[in-house]
């Protein structure tokens, strides 16, 4: 049995939903989880864990705010020795064998300081490989994020990123291994079906413009994300329940959500196509809903006042879009826990 500290990323439920996934994966391990936010709340559920902070992206009305974003980082840098102690003290009391890091930044900086080997799992290092794919006029926002990346999160000995395309340019070093998404096990126990209404998803409450636009679809839409229940004509707000939430999406007929990665990858495991609206100045969704695009498994919608015809159109190319996602892999579960396996193993 290994001791094994977890540093993840706590903004949204996505980093923390990956890292629980890992976790459950080697129940023979024993796990300690440095988080904070929502995912602190998540993983406090199910394993002990520490709260620290990390930088946060600051994000109103769907779009990134760099002056608040900025000064966030700033704060942070500040209290940044404070917060390394309290990462040395939880080493200092579970000793662990070895860390794992989800785009976390202060666990492999201690890892490495005290000679902890150190594995990073995450969708973010795979940006630094997509430069050739980000138009002229996005590309300050693309190095600003490569920066981050590279400046404040690389601190691992070993990296794995997990994705649902290819990396534009392979890594040629050794230093980054791009494998399939990982599922979460609720995943895998649903089948997938196909029903007549839409499911949608917003992480971000502040944006307003979502709703009225749901309102223009033709056929139910099951909504989560609002924190709001009952029904509008054709929408039906939902409270967030993972068993209900997985059991609408794999029966859904198609999905609209943003640009996180673990959701869409979902949502094509179960075949479903996508219309993705990332938030603005967020590159990282933005190049998510780019490859849903230009791999034809859905749409990008970059503006809520789309074309009266939008959505009558995406919805009629929907079996093209079934077809391709049908000709792809979205399944990374084992190769992951091989890597992992294979990391463990050197300790």
């Not at 200092?92 to 799992?121: H, I, K, M, N, W």
Request: net charge positive; aromatic share 10%; with cysteine.
């Amino acid at each position: 049995m290994a001791r094994i500290i977890y540093g993840v990323h706590g903004t949204g439920h996505g980093h923390a939903i990956r890292a629980l996934a890992i976790a459950r994966m080697f129940p023979e391990h024993e796990f300690h989880f440095v988080s904070h936010d929502t995912g602190l709340d998540l993983l406090r559920g199910a394993y002990p864990a520490t709260a620290c902070p990390n930088p946060a992206t600051v994000v109103t009305g769907h779009r990134v705010r760099a002056a608040a974003t900025l000064a966030s980082l700033m704060r942070f840098q500040r209290r940044r020795a404070d917060h390394l102690r309290t990462v040395r003290d939880c080493f200092s009391r579970f000793q662990p064998d070895a860390a794992l890091t989800d785009y976390e930044c202060l666990v492999p900086a201690v890892a490495r300081e005290l000679g902890v080997p150190c594995l990073s799992l995450d969708h973010q290092h795979i940006l630094p490989l997509c430069g050739s794919c980000v138009p002229l006029a996005r590309y300050p926002e693309y190095l600003a994020t490569v920066w981050a990346i590279r400046r404040l999160f690389s601190g691992a000995s070993v990296h794995v990123a997990t994705s649902f395309f290819p990396a534009p340019r392979p890594p040629s070093d050794g230093s980054l291994h791009v494998v399939p998404p990982l599922l979460r096990q609720k995943v895998l126990e649903h089948g997938s079906r196909e029903g007549e209404h839409v499911l949608a998803y917003q992480g971000y409450s502040t944006f307003e413009r979502f709703v009225p636009f749901l309102r223009r679809i033709g056929r139910p839409v099951l909504v989560y994300g609002l924190e709001r229940t009952g029904s509008e004509g054709n929408l039906h707000f939902k409270p967030n329940a993972e068993e209900e939430f997985l059991r609408d999406l794999a029966g859904c007929r198609y999905v609209i959500c943003g640009g996180g990665h673990s959701l869409i990858s979902e949502a094509l495991y179960y075949g479903k196509p996508v219309l993705s609206f990332p938030i603005r100045r967020a590159i990282e969704q933005w190049l998510n809903a780019w490859h849903v695009e230009r791999l034809g498994y859905g749409r990008m919608l970059a503006s809520f006042y789309p074309s009266p015809g939008f959505i009558r159109d995406f919805e009629s190319k929907s079996d093209r879009y079934r077809e391709r996602i049908r000709g792809a892999l979205f399944y990374g579960n084992e190769v992951v826990q091989q890597r992992i396996q294979s990391f463990l193993g050197v300790i």
